[in-house]
């Protein structure tokens, strides 16, 4: 098992480009979600998902979209980057919301110019 | 909504003391997990806990859940270098949120 992984490890924008994130693991959970950690602080969650198919908003939504098309999937999208959302990108999957531990994956480092 | 603060921010432990980071929500939880990261990795999860006034421990590692189960706390003795690193909790109430507090960072002096 790979668990989850991300992809890029690191990523420089400038403003106003869009990218996305990409995430997936190979243990079968419903439950995914993004999350951002500025530096110091703690993690705040950005969207997550229950299954296939549905999608729902965090504590931090603004300027990012997702979907779920897959059950191994889960990318993020950006928009138009914002030096604002310069930070660590984490995305984590569990067997179910919150009731089992979640497992992260390595990071998206994004530094927006 | 939903809060979950922990305190100190920052814990600088000598060697070989004891040394307790708490966590507290604004709201009751229905369980709360405890994850540590490593400098420059990703959250690697401890130990979850459900019940009221639950304690369980991990080697050196003591963790408690408040009776209100709006509180917890994980206390470490004879602090060893291989702690270093950031301690969150993460609190669930009702609903498929997660929410994280803004962790304790945990250094270590030899």
């Known amino acids: 098992n790979a668990g989850v992984t991300q992809t890029p490890k690191f990523q420089v924008l400038k403003t106003g480009q869009s990218m996305t994130l990409q995430c997936a693991q190979d243990?079968?959970?419903?439950?995914m979600s993004w999350y951002r950690q500025d530096p110091g602080m703690g993690l705040r969650l950005i969207h997550y998902?229950?299954?296939?198919?549905?999608?729902d908003q965090g504590e931090v939504p603004n300027g990012y979209n997702v979907s779920r098309s897959t059950t191994e999937d889960f990318p993020l999208r950006l928009l138009s980057a914002a030096p604002s959302q310069t930070s660590v990108y984490f995305c984590?999957?569990?067997?179910?919301?919150?009731?089992?531990?979640?497992?992260f994956g390595p990071g998206t480092r994004l530094t927006v110019t | 909504g939903q809060q979950v603060m922990q305190i100190p921010q920052y814990q600088h432990v000598q060697e070989g003391e004891d040394f307790t980071t708490y966590c507290n929500s604004s709201?009751?939880?229905?369980?709360i997990q405890w994850y540590k990261q490593r400098p420059g990795g990703h959250p690697v999860f401890l130990i979850q806990?459900?019940?009221?006034?639950e304690v369980k421990k991990q080697k050196r590692l003591t963790f408690q859940f408040g009776e209100a189960k709006k509180n917890s706390s994980l206390h470490i003795t004879a602090t060893q270098t291989t702690d270093v690193g950031t301690y969150f909790c993460?609190?669930?109430?009702?609903?498929?949120?997660?929410?994280f507090g803004g962790g304790t960072r945990v250094l270590v002096k030899p």
């Open positions: 984590a999957s569990s067997v179910s919301a919150g009731k089992n531990e979640q497992y």
């Open positions: 243990m079968n959970h419903e439950y």
């Open positions: 998902s229950v299954g296939a198919g549905i999608t």
């Open positions: 709201t009751t939880l229905s369980n």
């Open positions: 806990l459900v019940k009221s006034g």
């Open positions: 993460a609190g669930k109430a009702a609903g498929n949120k997660l929410t």
